[in-house]
């Protein structure tokens, strides 16, 4: 699904950054939930596959078989190593399958990319199948190449967003009294699964007006006129690319306090976009959001403000207060997502991606930041 053209764009950036700390093989896996064993090879794979790049020659995914368990398949720049062991059962790790491929030259060094995700079985076979090499983790030099989107990505991100506009469209005309937000949320994976969907990441919950209404459930209670319903959509389309979307739709009129703890989250969340520019860290969006949540006497993010998005849900730079040394730039792609904790009312922006280019952050969906109210 990727062109040629753009997965030789990747592996000439990623090279690039291997020579300049004298790297011979980049070891990579899957992440949230594709990382950046995808992006380097186009592919999927099962029983947690991993990818080896060098300096030259193809890229080696090695991963449980593709079509019929153990038979490889190879593709363009990309040699298949397959293993019909299912890990945990009968293998721990698919890294010896690379160690193979690997020892054709002498290996000095050797770099790790989403060292979070790389289980300590691979890092111990690879430590030793070569004990003179040296291990370094190489993420903060990749990751900022796989946040920069090329036109080919954005492409795919545009019609991710899309789909998440067909998918609030569903949950609005679906929410009505007697169905629960399962109804609904099973009501809009259709149309993500019928559309190719790998993946989804799909909540809703409902609650009476003027009680607190959750994303996260309750999924099985059953929706009665002037309920307040919330779905959370993050899917990616058959190409792995994500989008996002909140909606909030009631049954009737909103509650007051739900109203302005809606208009006030979107509110804070223009100031945050408009404040956005090139070199900016994280923590500096964070402090800001922080602050504006202070005046109107909410709490501050403890979780998660936003963070970068394409093959992954959840990319970097992530505006974590556990802290990211990435900083936005153009051409990322990043949701900001601001939360309002009022006593009896929580606000979620409907529309949270944004493309930041030199003429400022283009938002992906169409979606209006509205409370949509049913029927």
């Not at 009631?250 to 306090?257: F, I, K």
């Not at 402090?287 to 849900?313: F, I, V």
């Not at 979606?367 to 109210?373: A, D, N």
């Amino acid at each position: 699904m990727i062109s040629h053209a753009e997965l030789d764009r990747r592996w000439a950036a990623v090279r690039a950054a291997m020579a300049t700390r004298d790297v011979d093989w980049l070891i990579a896996t899957s992440g949230h939930p594709w990382g950046y064993y995808r992006w380097l090879t186009d592919r999927t794979g099962l029983g947690g596959p991993l990818v080896a790049i060098g300096m030259e020659g193809p890229v080696i995914l090695a991963s449980h078989g593709d079509e019929v368990h153990h038979r490889p398949h190879d593709s363009y720049g990309v040699r298949h190593v397959a293993s019909c062991s299912q890990l945990n059962m009968m293998a721990n790790s698919h890294a010896p399958l690379l160690v193979a491929e690997m020892k054709a030259k002498p290996v000095r060094r050797i770099g790790l990319v989403g060292t979070g995700f790389i289980p300590v079985a691979t890092y111990t076979i690879l430590r030793d199948a070569f004990p003179d090499a040296e291990f370094i983790d190489m993420t903060d030099a990749i990751a900022p190449i796989k946040a920069i989107k090329s036109d080919e990505e954005m492409a795919l991100i545009r019609e991710a967003a899309a789909m998440h506009d067909e998918g609030v469209e569903i949950a609005r005309r679906a929410v009505r009294a007697g169905i629960t937000a399962r109804d609904v949320v099973e009501e809009v994976r259709r149309l993500f699964t019928a559309s190719g969907s790998a993946a989804q990441t799909m909540m809703g919950g409902s609650a009476p007006r003027g009680e607190i209404c959750r994303y996260a459930g309750p999924l099985d209670r059953r929706m009665e006129p002037g309920d307040t319903f919330v779905m959370l959509i993050e899917c990616s389309m058959a190409s792995g690319y994500y989008s996002e979307a909140m909606p909030t739709i009631c049954l009737g009129e909103p509650d007051p306090a739900l109203q302005t703890a809606f208009d006030r989250v979107c509110e804070i969340q223009d100031r945050l976009v408009e404040a956005v520019r090139p070199g900016m860290l994280p923590s500096e969006l964070l402090a800001l959001n922080d602050a504006m949540m202070a005046d109107y006497g909410y709490p501050g993010e403890t979780r998660l403000l936003g963070h970068s998005q394409a093959l992954d849900l959840v990319e970097r730079p992530a505006f974590s207060p556990l802290g990211e040394t990435l900083p936005i730039e153009h051409g990322m792609v990043i949701s900001i997502h601001p939360t309002v904790h009022a006593p009896t009312a929580w606000g979620f922006p409907n529309n949270m991606s944004f493309h930041f280019t030199a003429n400022g952050m283009e938002r992906m969906l169409k979606t209006p930041q509205q409370i949509f109210v049913a029927g």
